[in-house]
């Protein structure tokens, strides 16, 4: 079973760049969440994808959007960075089931370096 | 409002001791799930706990235990005999019935350092 995967591992970008950052969500996994960590911060929720719908939004700007693709792998596009953007992004891929709490699996993330 | 506080910043203690790790959590939901996360230097997050909020019992894996008391509001968590292994960030979050598999809400994290 092939867990969450997330690329580029590193990024580094300069103010007012756009950048997409990539994640393949675990096998039979349809839901993806995106997370933003900064420097010494938790992480704190962006946006989830289901079913190629978004499905919750934290507190973000719509600089920050995504997009979920059939083969539920995702996408996080963030347009005119500013030096705040540098962190850590986090994806989480899960799959909703009879009933609870459906597990997040976490991907290693990639660090975005805005200068 | 949805909340969860790790006071504590940094915890430095020396191999063999155990230590806690404290978490408090506010939530009007009565219905909510509790988590505890691991994230060592390479930056992904390690599952170790999930606890949902009808379920208050003390819950031991190894060196590793909770303690999950409604009426605090908190969910501690305990390494015994530490090791350096254990040095790491760790996060305690909160997720609400209302979002399945959806949004998490962390606390700030508590690097732990283990000295030898």
Do not use: M
């Not at chain 1, 929720?45 to 939004?57: D, H, K, M, S, V």
């Not at chain 1, 600089?63 to 539920?72: A, K, V």
């Not at chain 2, 208050?56 to 909770?66: C, K």
């Amino acid at each position: 079973e092939t867990g969450v995967t997330q690329s580029p591992t590193h990024l580094i970008k300069t103010r007012g760049q756009q950048v997409t950052l990539r994640c393949s969500s675990q096998s039979g996994h349809n839901t993806v969440s995106w997370y933003q960590q900064a420097l010494g911060q938790g992480p704190q929720f962006i946006f989830q994808y289901y079913r190629e719908e978004e499905n919750g939004r934290g507190n973000f700007p719509p600089r920050f959007s995504g997009l979920q693709f059939p083969n539920y792998s995702s996408e996080l596009n963030v347009n005119a960075l500013e030096l705040d953007d540098s962190a850590l992004y986090l994806c989480a891929s899960s799959s909703p089931g009879l009933a609870g709490y459906n597990e997040q699996f976490f991907g290693p993330g990639t660090r975005l370096t805005v200068l | 409002a949805q909340k969860v506080t790790q006071a504590q910043t940094e915890i430095s203690v020396v191999e063999k001791e155990d230590v806690t790790l404290d978490c408090v959590y506010e939530t009007r939901d009565t219905t909510y799930y509790l988590f505890w996360y691991k994230q060592p230097p390479s930056g992904e997050l390690v599952f170790l706990i999930r606890r949902n909020s009808f379920d208050e019992q003390n819950e031991i894996s190894g060196r590793y235990s909770w303690n999950f008391q409604k009426s605090t509001s908190s969910f501690n968590f305990t390494i015994t005999a530490s090791q350096v292994v254990d040095s790491a960030v760790y996060f305690c979050a909160l997720s609400e019935a209302n979002n399945q598999g959806g949004k998490l809400i962390f606390g700030q994290g508590t690097e732990l350092s283990v000295k030898p």
